[in-house]
């Protein structure tokens, strides 16, 4: 397995379809079906931001479709207010692994890299969100030492 930085907007826009299926499979009212072009074209903008990154996990071992999984990374200054202090944060846009890798320990190897890239940069948290109903991921998450601080509601009028 070799991890490479992508700008390829085209590709993730095709990778797109595995958590944008996920997510709208949890809540149907909330996300659109998969459309691959606008997907494409939104990370052609998000490719315009150094401070987003994109990196590719590829299997050697695959020739036609190598990827196995990505994670989306962007660098945030959350700014101070009156009623908090303002910190630097890494941020985990995206972190997707593709069904024929998932539940072999890939999910950790991506966090683990997003702390390295994190402890690299200087940057002292890493901060990441995950929908309600997904529980994989939350169990996935904590496992990795994340803990919840802040949880948001709603209510359907």
């Known amino acids: 397995m070799q ?20 997510h709208r499979a949890l809540y149907p009212d909330f996300f659109k079906p998969y459309d ?16 987003e990154k994109v990196f ?4 050697d071992s695959k020739q036609d479709q190598p990827v196995s999984a990505y994670l989306w990374l962007s660098e945030q200054e959350i700014k101070e207010t009156p009623f908090r202090y303002g910190y630097t944060r890494l941020y ?3 972190i997707a692994v593709l ?11 991506l966090l683990q890299f997003a702390d390295d890239y994190a402890k690299e940069k ?13 529980t994989i991921a939350k169990e996935t ?6 803990s919840i601080y802040n949880e948001i509601a709603q209510k359907k009028l």
């Open 99 to 109: 069904p024929d890798y998932q539940n072999k320990g890939l999910s950790s190897e």
């Open 122 to 134: 200087k940057i002292p948290y890493v901060e990441l969100h995950y929908w309600a109903n997904n």
């Open 141 to 146: 998450y904590q496992k990795n030492g994340f």
């Open 36 to 51: 691959e072009e606008s997907i494409a074209q939104h990370f052609e903008t998000v490719f315009q931001n150094p401070k």
């Open 3 to 22: 991890i490479k930085e992508t700008k390829d907007f085209n590709l993730m826009g095709q990778l797109g379809k595995t958590m944008q299926e996920k």
């Open 56 to 59: 590719l996990w590829l299997d």
């Open 92 to 94: 985990i846009s995206h």
